[in-house]
C-alpha cells in the first residue's frame, strides 16, 4: 500500500497522526456519503467490487461495479496494508505506525453492515488467512487471528522470528511473514520469507534464509501464490525495484528482468526504479515503475505500467501510479497529478509516491473519477480473479519535430518549419539538400554533415525538444537550459527534457553542485541552433555556444 515518507518528515508525520479524529470499537462504518462525491447518503448500491483510501479525507470509500461510491470507514490514523477478505465481505487494515503514538490498532469492517471491529494491536502486516485476518505480533513470536465474530487467536510460532517480522501478504492455508534478516549476514535492509499456518508452524519459502528486499505483499485471488515489490536500495536515492513471486509449498521464485523497452528508456528509468503499483489480475500482474518522489522529478510519463504474466511484459500506459483490472471490463488508474510537488498541499508531500485522482472505468467502458488525493485502491479478489488480459499499448514512439518546448511553450512557427526540413532531408540521407539548408553554418557542422554518422545524429537532435534562446531555439533545450533530476528545484528536469537525456543518451554532469541530484546538460557536439535572421527569416547557424 501507500507509504509515507519517513525520513525526513517523521516528525511531520507524528504531528498529522495528532491531529486525526479519533474512531471508538465497533462503530458503524456505513451509511454516509464518501465526501470524494457519490451516492447521496441512503441511496441503493450494489456489492462492493473496489476499495479505496483518502488519507487526507481519513476515510476508506467503496465502490460498486457501475462506479457508485460510499463511506466504508473513518480513519482515525493512515490505514496501512488494506485488504479485503477472499470472499469480499470484509476489510482488514492496521493503523501506520508513525500515525499512532497511543499504539496502534487492527480494524476489520463487515462491508454488508458497516460494522468495523477495532481492536488495539502491537502487531505489524496484516493479511487474510481463509476469513480470518492476520497479523504477527511485534516481538515476532505468535501469530493473531481475528475472525468474523470478534473473538481473537493467538497462535505461538514454531520458530521465533525478529522484532521486525512483518505478516506481507495473505493465503489459503497459511501467511507470508517478511522477517528481518540480521545486516552482517545478509546486508541492509533483506528478509527472509517464511509461511505460518493457523497452528502458528513456521517453514521457510524454499532455499531458506535466501534473502530479498520487501516493500509490499499481495496474496493471489486464489490464495496460492503471493508477489511482492522490492527496493534494494533499503531506502537511499538508488534503487533496483522489481515485482517478485512465489507459490505457496514450491521451491523458490520468480524474479523477472525488469523492463528494458522504449517506455522505460524514455521515462529514464533503465538504470534505477521503485514500483509504485501492484495488483493481482487474472493470472498475471499489474505492475508500475517510477520515480522516486523523495530523490527524483516525477512528471506523468515517468510512470509506465506494464502487465506480466509467465515472466513477459506488456506495456499498458504511462502516467498512472497504479492500474488494477476487474471482471467485465472494469478497470481502476491512480493517475499521477500533471505537476506534482509543488502544487501539493503541505500534508498531500508526506505521502509517497504521490496522491492522485482515482478514474473507475465500468463495462461499458465510460470512466469516470471516483475520489480526489486517492493514495491505494484495491479490487476484491472475485473481480481480481476475473480480469482480462490487458491489451497493449504502442510504444511511444517520436515523429517529426516536437510542437513544444523543453518547457512545454509552443516552438515559433517559422523555426519549427525549419527544422522539419532539416530532418526530413537529413532522414533521407539527402546530402547534397543538407549542404543547401546550412549555407549559413559553421565549418565543424559542414563537415559532420558529410558522413553518414553525422546525418543520423542530426536526425536525433531534431526528435528532441528545441529550447527558446534571445533570437531563436537550440536542440536539445539542454543546450540552453540545464536541468537536475532532483524534486522541487529552480531547475528541476520536465518531463520534455528527460526524455531528451534519455534520447540522446546525455550522461549525467561530472559535478552537482549547487544540486543534489545529477545535473544533465550535452556535449558541444549535441548542439544545433536555428535563429531567426533579418526580415524574420529562418536561418540554420550550425553549432550552439553560450
Known amino acids: 500500500m501507500n507509504r509515507r515518507v519517513t525520513w525526513p518528515r517523521r516528525a511531520a508525520a507524528l504531528l498529522l497522526g495528532a491531529a486525526l479524529l479519533g474512531s471508538g470499537c465497533d462503530v458503524p462504518g456505513g451509511g454516509d456519503d464518501a465526501s470524494s462525491g457519490g451516492s447521496a447518503p441512503g441511496a441503493a448500491h450494489g456489492a462492493p467490487v473496489l476499495a479505496f483510501v483518502r488519507p487526507l479525507a481519513r476515510e476508506i470509500v467503496l465502490a460498486d461495479a457501475v462506479g457508485r461510491t460510499w463511506r466504508g470507514a473513518r480513519l482515525r490514523a493512515a490505514a496501512d496494508d488494506v485488504r479485503w477478505s477472499p470472499d469480499g465481505a470484509a476489510l482488514a487494515w492496521i493503523d501506520d505506525e508513525n500515525d499512532s503514538p497511543g499504539g496502534r490498532r487492527l480494524h476489520r469492517l463487515d462491508v454488508a453492515t458497516g460494522r468495523e471491529r477495532t481492536t488495539p494491536c502491537p502487531?505489524?502486516?496484516?493479511?487474510?488467512?481463509?476469513?480470518?485476518?492476520?497479523?504477527?505480533?511485534?516481538?515476532?513470536?505468535?501469530?493473531?487471528?481475528?475472525?468474523?465474530?470478534?473473538?481473537?487467536?493467538?497462535?505461538?510460532?514454531?520458530?521465533t522470528l525478529g522484532d521486525y517480522a512483518t505478516v506481507a501478504a495473505g493465503g489459503r492455508g497459511a501467511v507470508t511473514i517478511a522477517d528481518l534478516l540480521p545486516e552482517e549476514e545478509a546486508g541492509r535492509g533483506q528478509y527472509q520469507l517464511v509461511a505460518a499456518d493457523r497452528s502458528g508452524t513456521v517453514r521457510p519459502f524454499l532455499p531458506a534464509r535466501a534473502p530479498t528486499s520487501f516493500q509490499e505483499g499481495l496474496a493471489s485471488p486464489d490464495g496460492r501464490r503471493i508477489a511482492w515489490r522490492s527496493s534494494d536500495s533499503g531506502g537511499a536515492c538508488w534503487h533496483d525495484g522489481n515485482a517478485l513471486l512465489a507459490t505457496y509449498g514450491e521451491k523458490g521464485r520468480q524474479e523477472p528482468e525488469?523492463?528494458?523497452?522504449?517506455?522505460?528508456?524514455?521515462?529514464?528509468?533503465?538504470?534505477?526504479?521503485?514500483?509504485?503499483?501492484?495488483?493481482?489480475?487474472?493470472?498475471?500482474?499489474?505492475?508500475t515503475f517510477g520515480p522516486d518522489l523523495g530523490c527524483q522529478a516525477v512528471p506523468p510519463e515517468r510512470f509506465v505500467s506494464y502487465y506480466l504474466r509467465d515472466g513477459r511484459w506488456s506495456f499498458i500506459g504511462s502516467g498512472m501510479r497504479a492500474v488494477g483490472y476487474g471482471a467485465e471490463g472494469r478497470a481502476a488508474r491512480l493517475l499521477v497529478p500533471e505537476r506534482p510537488g509543488r502544487r501539493q498541499e503541505k500534508d498531500e508531500r508526506l505521502y509517497f509516491p504521490v496522491l492522485g485522482?482515482?478514474?473507475?472505468?465500468?463495462?461499458?467502458?465510460?470512466?469516470?473519477?471516483?475520489?480526489?488525493?486517492?493514495?491505494?485502491?484495491?479490487?476484491?479478489?472475485?473481480?481480481?480473479?476475473?480480469?482480462?488480459?490487458?491489451?497493449?499499448?504502442?510504444?511511444?514512439?517520436?515523429?517529426?519535430?516536437?510542437?513544444?518546448?523543453?518547457r512545454g511553450e509552443p516552438v515559433p512557427a517559422h523555426l519549427r518549419a525549419l527544422a522539419q526540413r532539416i530532418r526530413d532531408a537529413a532522414e533521407a540521407d539527402d546530402a547534397a539538400r543538407l549542404r543547401a539548408l546550412c549555407d549559413h553554418c559553421d565549418d565543424e557542422t559542414q563537415a559532420a554533415l558529410r558522413t553518414a554518422d553525422g546525418r543520423r545524429q542530426m536526425v536525433r537532435l531534431l526528435s528532441s525538444h528545441p529550447g527558446r534562446t534571445e533570437n531563436g531555439i537550440v536542440f536539445p533545450g539542454l543546450a540552453a537550459h540545464r536541468c537536475v533530476?532532483?524534486?522541487?528545484?529552480?531547475?528541476?528536469?520536465?518531463?520534455?527534457?528527460?526524455?531528451?537525456?534519455?534520447?540522446?543518451?546525455?550522461?549525467?554532469?561530472?559535478?552537482?553542485e549547487p544540486y543534489g541530484?545529477?545535473?544533465y546538460e550535452p556535449e558541444l557536439e549535441q548542439r544545433l541552433q536555428l535563429r531567426s535572421g533579418s526580415g524574420g527569416k529562418a536561418l540554420w547557424v550550425g553549432r550552439y555556444g553560450p
Open 258 to 287: 525488469r523492463p528494458a523497452d522504449a517506455a522505460t528508456t524514455r521515462a529514464l528509468l533503465k538504470d534505477r526504479a521503485s514500483v509504485t503499483g501492484l495488483a493481482w489480475a487474472g493470472e498475471g500482474l499489474t505492475v
Open 123 to 159: 502487531c505489524r502486516g496484516v493479511g487474510f488467512l481463509g476469513d480470518e485476518a492476520a497479523t504477527v505480533t511485534t516481538d515476532g513470536d505468535a501469530l493473531l487471528l481475528f475472525a468474523a465474530d470478534g473473538r481473537v487467536r493467538r497462535a505461538a510460532l514454531s520458530t
Open 485 to 512: 533530476d532532483e524534486p522541487e528545484q529552480d531547475i528541476t528536469c520536465t518531463a520534455e527534457q528527460l526524455h531528451d537525456i534519455a534520447l540522446l543518451d546525455i550522461p549525467a554532469a561530472d559535478s552537482s
Open 357 to 406: 485522482d482515482l478514474e473507475f472505468t465500468d463495462r461499458r467502458g465510460e470512466r469516470r473519477v471516483l475520489g480526489s488525493r486517492v493514495s491505494a485502491f484495491v479490487f476484491t479478489p472475485a473481480e481480481s480473479a476475473k480480469a482480462a488480459v490487458p491489451d497493449p499499448v504502442a510504444q511511444p514512439e517520436r515523429i517529426g519535430v516536437a510542437g513544444t518546448t523543453d
Open 517 to 519: 541530484g545529477q545535473v
